[in-house]
């Protein structure tokens, strides 16, 4: 199967699922994070490239004058075009297309981000170069991913984990490869911020609607690992009874020259 007809068919049936309460991609407080670390403007027109169900247009929407949301998922578009009327927010447009090949002219937008989109694309340098192009010069490129741990020992372990659970995972990539990704595409960085995220193992694997058989494999190798086994680097504990692990996300800021 083509890798984006794999994305299409994964994000479809995770449409509905991500605005529950509890997910991590949903999080105020992280959303928060991004937005005070994006170097917005109130005049900005910004591009969301992979924009899921609109979660960063939405929270972008009122600090700048416009947003255009772009997807390869229609039922994403559906659903983020519902939230948005919710909100009540009149300035996002949303667009069907591939990162890979945005239909825009160069120097079209204030400023280019996306949110959790990187380690879905299996040549991240398509769509990087693609959302720098758009980018208007002397502007800023907002990266927001989950990375990779920096052990080399545990990054094929990771990643194969994150494929079992999501198809269309192909590889996150640790901070030095993100920002040598960026740098490489025509980027200058002007910063890099990263957290640890809690995630709730029930609602990660939920929300991907993770076949039984699977979500039990998984579990399984992140409670040896509680146990003294081998290291994921999914770094997994327990709280409230619940089987939970740690993710990385990063927001790299690069500029055009």
């Known amino acids: 199967m083509d890798h984006n007809e794999?994305?299409?068919?994964?994000?479809?049936?995770?449409?509905?699922?991500?605005g529950k309460p509890g997910l991590t991609l949903s999080s105020q407080e992280y959303l928060a994070w991004m937005v005070d670390i994006?170097?917005?403007?109130?005049?900005?027109?910004?591009?969301?490239?992979?924009?899921?169900?609109?979660?960063l247009s939405r929270a972008i929407a009122p600090h700048v004058s416009q947003v255009v949301a772009i997807d390869m998922t229609p039922k994403m578009l559906e659903k983020a075009k519902e939230e948005a009327a919710k909100a009540g927010l009149g300035n996002i447009i949303f667009e069907e297309g591939d990162a890979a090949?945005?239909?825009?002219?160069?120097?079209?937008?204030?400023?280019?981000?996306?949110?959790?989109a990187i380690h879905h694309f299996e040549k991240p340098?398509?769509?990087?170069?693609?959302?720098?192009?758009?980018?208007?010069?002397?502007?800023?490129?907002?990266?927001?991913d989950l990375l990779s741990p920096s052990d080399q020992s545990v990054i094929e372990t990771y990643n194969r984990l994150e494929r079992m659970r999501d198809a269309s995972h192909t590889l996150a990539l640790t901070k030095d490869q993100?920002?040598?990704?960026?740098?490489?595409?025509?980027?200058?960085?002007?910063?890099?911020?990263?957290?640890?995220?809690?995630?709730?193992?029930?609602?990660?694997?939920?929300?991907?609607?993770?076949?039984?058989?699977?979500?039990?494999?998984?579990?399984k190798e992140l409670e040896?690992?509680?146990?003294?086994?081998?290291?994921?680097?999914?770094?997994p504990f327990m709280q409230d009874g619940k089987l939970k692990f740690l993710h990385t996300w990063c927001v790299a800021i690069g500029i055009k020259k």
Not at 193 to 205: E, H, K, M, T, Y
Request: hydrophobic share 40%; with cysteine; aromatic share 6%.
């Open 38 to 55: 994006l170097p917005l403007n109130p005049e900005f027109r910004v591009l969301d490239v992979a924009t899921g169900t609109g979660h």
């Open 224 to 235: 040896q690992e509680l146990r003294g086994g081998a290291k994921t680097g999914m770094r």
């Open 101 to 116: 090949a945005l239909p825009y002219q160069d120097n079209s937008f204030d400023m280019v981000v996306s949110r959790l």
């Open 178 to 219: 993100l920002a040598e990704a960026m740098e490489a595409a025509g980027l200058s960085i002007s910063g890099m911020d990263s957290r640890d995220i809690q995630v709730d193992f029930g609602l990660w694997a939920e929300m991907t609607a993770t076949d039984p058989h699977t979500k039990g494999e998984i579990s």
């Open 125 to 144: 340098q398509l769509q990087l170069r693609e959302m720098i192009r758009v980018c208007k010069t002397d502007h800023a490129v907002g990266i927001i």
């Open 6 to 18: 794999t994305i299409r068919r994964e994000f479809t049936h995770q449409a509905e699922s991500f």
